[in-house]
């Protein structure tokens, strides 16, 4: 399924570490990269909530409260893809609540869009960083092969990465969101579009001038593949 979507070489998942002698193996350790990879490539939306909801493949499942899927229309021509849980999506278990949220919320409304309708939304790990640091390049490899299955059953339009690391998990590149930004970049035969994360902006008010940019941008993206924002 990567090969098909061009990911081939690229996304070679790291191999866990070694267990420790004396040390109990835990669920996923007997099971090999790429037989996990090929698992999870098979997976339906069910298979997959459950898969995330019980992985261990990375440490980030000693910390969480639960791991957050992702949330919207599984039939969705939109997809929204961020960094990952904070404290809010780790206790209610949904994407992008909070204000972050209601700012997301409002940049959906801008263009007609709506959360659950035509638009889903995941997050680059599914389980909340400590501290709300950025993901390791390990724990974004271990978590790759469950966003990659959901953009294979989505099958989106348009893609949109909220943020740089959510960006440079999709290209597998480094990304400057000021370099970026106003450009279709291409996921798989997919267009994808960067802009700002909900809660930079938050932090950086100016900075919503262009992002209303970005979102009008997208737009014209989708009106041009034929399609409406809603």
């Not at 098979?42 to 493949?57: P, S, Y």
């Not at 992702?70 to 949904?94: K, M, S, T, Y």
């Not at 709300?132 to 339009?157: G, I």
């Amino acid at each position: 399924m990567l090969k098909e979507m061009g990911l081939g070489p690229i996304w070679t998942l790291r191999q866990p570490p070694k267990k420790k002698r004396g040390a109990m193996a835990e669920p996923e350790a007997a099971l090999p990269v790429d037989a996990r990879t090929a698992a999870i490539a098979a997976m339906g939306w069910d298979e997959l909530k459950q898969a995330v909801a019980d992985c261990t493949a990375c440490e980030l499942c000693k910390t969480r409260k639960q791991a957050v899927l992702g949330v919207g229309d599984i039939n969705a021509d939109w997809l929204f893809v961020g960094e990952g849980p904070g404290a809010e999506e780790d206790e209610r278990g949904e994407p992008f609540v909070g204000q972050s949220g209601k700012l997301l919320d409002a940049m959906l409304a801008a263009i007609d869009l709506k959360r659950g309708h035509n638009v889903y939304i995941a997050n680059s790990v599914k389980c909340r960083p400590p501290d709300n640091r950025a993901p390791e390049p390990s724990e974004t490899a271990a978590c790759w092969p469950f966003l990659a299955r959901q953009v294979e059953l989505l099958k989106p339009k348009l893609i949109v990465t909220l943020g740089r690391p959510a960006a440079q998990t999709l290209l597998q590149q480094e990304v400057k969101i000021a370099e970026a930004r106003g450009k279709v970049q291409d996921f798989a035969g997919i267009p994808l579009i960067i802009t700002y994360h909900p809660a930079y902006l938050l932090r950086n008010l100016p900075d919503k001038a262009k992002a209303w940019e970005d979102l009008c941008f997208m737009r014209r993206t989708m009106k041009e593949r034929g399609s409406s924002p809603a």
